[in-house]
Nanobody, 124 residues
């Protein structure tokens, strides 16, 4: 599946941003999809995922209660609503997909398809 992320930008601490990821080429119901991020000098890390064919979601502890992942089958998109942003949320955010699997949803190594990344910068 091909992925195209958008919606990043610069925001002050406490502000909000919405990221979107357009998917093409496959039915989203067959894919687990998620958002991951990578800060400068850091490893890429899990942020939020939504299971294919289900409404089940998982969130990293650092974003729980502030970020919400959602999916539109009609628009073939997933979104990440980010509220109460903090400077430590600054990173390049990537959307990713894998064929629906029973493997841990947060296991980054199992995601095969990646978007190009979108920069999110939160100023203090």
């Amino acid at each position: 599946v091909q992925l195209q992320a958008s919606g990043g930008g610069l925001v002050h601490a406490g502000g909000s941003l919405r990221l979107s990821c357009a998917a093409s080429g496959r039915a989203l119901s067959n894919y687990d999809m998620g958002w991951f991020r990578q800060a400068p000098g850091m490893a890429r890390e899990f942020v939020a995922v939504i299971k294919g064919g289900s409404s089940a979601t998982r969130y990293a502890d650092a974003v729980k209660g502030r970020f919400t992942i959602s999916r539109s089958y009609a628009k073939s998109t997933i979104s990440l609503e980010m509220n109460s942003l903090r400077p430590e949320d600054t990173a390049v955010y990537y959307c990713a997909a894998r064929r629906r699997s029973v493997v841990d949803l947060t296991d980054i190594s199992t995601y095969n398809d990646w978007g190009q990344g979108t920069q999110v910068t939160v100023s203090s």
